[in-house]
């Protein structure tokens, strides 16, 4: 089992910024990739960001190329998310994710979930 506790959410001007943390414990040795996918109300969850644990490459949805920037800390079993200049259409619970297996894109690919943070974002 991996637990997963995100933390860094709250309530942004449009423009801003905001970093999503994500620690991770447990069996994190089985880690493939990480991930963060977001959901907001009426919608699915769709998929944001994700980097592979070994070697470190990343990949983004392309709604948030260019604004958000997905790292990780090996040592801290952390992942980090940098959001800038954040927009309305960006607010929405943040889930981060491990895949034991994948590197995919599709939530189905996930394994074990966070809670989610809330990202508001005001216009």
């Known amino acids: 089992q991996v637990q997963l506790v995100e933390s860094g959410g709250g309530l942004v001007q449009a423009g801003g910024s905001l970093r999503l943390s994500c620690a991770a414990s447990g069996r994190t040795f089985s880690t493939y990739a990480m991930g963060w996918f977001r959901q907001a109300p009426g919608k699915e969850r769709e998929f944001v960001a994700r980097i592979r644990w070994s070697g470190g490459s990343t990949y983004y949805a392309d709604s948030v190329k260019g604004r958000f920037t997905i790292s990780r800390d090996n040592a801290k079993n952390t992942v980090y998310l940098q959001m800038n200049s954040l927009k309305p259409e960006d607010a929405a619970v943040y889930y981060c994710?491990?895949?034991?297996?994948?590197?995919?894109?599709?939530?189905?690919?996930?394994?074990?979930w966070g809670q989610g943070t809330q990202v508001t974002v005001s216009s």
């Open positions: 994710a491990v895949s034991t297996y994948s590197s995919g894109i599709r939530y189905q690919n996930y394994d074990y």
